[in-house]
C-alpha cells in the first residue's frame, strides 16, 4: 500500500514536471462523433509544426484512435528509454502518441471501463518523453465522458479548447453542451469551428450547403465565444486523411487549406 502511495506522488511529480515544459496545451472537443474533430486536431498539429513549432498530439480517444493512420504512423511501435515512453515523431518538430501504437491488432477493440481510460491518459501525459513544446494538441473522443474529463482535470493550466461542430440543428444542439461542457471545468473557449459547410462543385463551381450553413457561427454568436471559420466538404481531405497525408501540408495551394491556416493563425492569436 505504501508502495503504491510513493509510485502515485512520483507519478504527479512527473505529470507536473511534463506541463511545465509545454508552453499552450489545447484541447479539440465535439459534442458528437462523425463531425471531423481528428481531421481537425491532425491538421491543427501538422500547420503548426510546419510553422517550426515544437509540436505534440496526443490521441485521448482510447476507443477510436485515429492520430496514428491521419499521420502516416499506422503499425509503428512505441519505445522506451531512461526519459520515459518514446513518443513517435512524425517531423522534426512534431511528436505523436496514441493507444494504436500500443496495441498489435488494429482490429482488437478496447474495452475498458472510466478508470482504466484514466489512467491511460494520465500517463500519457506524465510518462512520455515530450521534452520542451510549444504546443500540445489534444484530440479526445466525442462527447463529455471520460476521456475529455479526465484530460481537463489532469491539466489544470489548460490553455483552451478548440470545438467543432458541423452545420445541422443536431450538432449544434451538441456543440453547444460542449461549450458548457468547457465553461463549467473553467477551460477557456478558443472557439467553434464549422466543419463540412458547404460543397463547392470542381466543375461549376456552384456550392450546396449539404448539412445547411451558418449553425456553428450562430451557436457561438449565442453563447459569447469566438467563431474561428467554416471549412467547406472536401471529399479529398477525406481520401488524404486516410493515407496518412495531413490536408493542410499535402495540399496547401487549395482554397480549403489556406482556410484551414486562417483558422490555425486564429488559434495562435487566442493564445499569443
Given at each position: 500500500m505504501e508502495n503504491k502511495k510513493q509510485d502515485m506522488m512520483e507519478q504527479e511529480k512527473r505529470l507536473k514536471k511534463n506541463l511545465s515544459r509545454?508552453?499552450?496545451?489545447?484541447?479539440?472537443?465535439?459534442?458528437?462523433?462523425?463531425v471531423g474533430k481528428t481531421?481537425?486536431?491532425?491538421?491543427?498539429?501538422?500547420?503548426?509544426?510546419?510553422?517550426?513549432?515544437?509540436t505534440g498530439i496526443m490521441d485521448a480517444d482510447i476507443h477510436g484512435p485515429n492520430i496514428a493512420k491521419m499521420l502516416g504512423i499506422e503499425g509503428r511501435q512505441l519505445t522506451g528509454g531512461?526519459?520515459?515512453?518514446?513518443?513517435?515523431?512524425?517531423?522534426?518538430?512534431?511528436?505523436?502518441?496514441?493507444?494504436?501504437?500500443?496495441?498489435?491488432d488494429q482490429?482488437?477493440?478496447?474495452?475498458?471501463?472510466g478508470p482504466l481510460k484514466m489512467a491511460t491518459i494520465k500517463q500519457f501525459i506524465s510518462d512520455v518523453n515530450w521534452g520542451e513544446l510549444d504546443y500540445l494538441i489534444i484530440d479526445s473522443p466525442p462527447g463529455t465522458g471520460d476521456e475529455p474529463l479526465s484530460t481537463c482535470q489532469l491539466i489544470p493550466d489548460i490553455n483552451g479548447?478548440?470545438?467543432?461542430?458541423?452545420?445541422?440543428d443536431v450538432a449544434i444542439l451538441d456543440s453547444r453542451k460542449t461549450v458548457l461542457f468547457a465553461k463549467q471545468l473553467n477551460v477557456p473557449v478558443i472557439g467553434i469551428i464549422?466543419?463540412?459547410s458547404g460543397f463547392v462543385c470542381p466543375y461549376c463551381k456552384g456550392k450546396t450547403n449539404l448539412f445547411g450553413e451558418g449553425g456553428g457561427k450562430k451557436a457561438?454568436?449565442?453563447?459569447?465565444?469566438?467563431?474561428?471559420?467554416?471549412?467547406?466538404v472536401e471529399p479529398e481531405m477525406v481520401t488524404y486523411g486516410d493515407s496518412g497525408k495531413p490536408f493542410i501540408h499535402f495540399r496547401k495551394e487549395t482554397e480549403t487549406a489556406k482556410i484551414l491556416k486562417e483558422i490555425v493563425e486564429r488559434i495562435i492569436?487566442?493564445?499569443?
Open positions: 509545454i508552453k499552450n496545451k489545447i484541447i479539440v472537443i465535439s459534442g458528437k462523433g462523425g481531421t481537425v486536431s491532425v491538421n491543427l498539429a501538422y500547420a503548426l509544426a510546419m510553422k517550426n513549432l515544437q531512461q526519459s520515459g515512453i518514446e513518443p513517435l515523431r512524425v517531423l522534426p518538430n512534431l511528436k505523436a502518441i496514441s493507444i494504436a501504437l500500443l496495441i498489435e482490429d482488437s477493440p478496447i474495452i475498458w471501463r479548447a478548440v470545438i467543432v461542430t458541423t452545420p445541422q464549422e466543419n463540412m457561438a454568436s449565442d453563447l459569447h465565444v469566438p467563431f474561428l471559420g467554416q471549412i467547406p492569436s487566442f493564445n499569443s
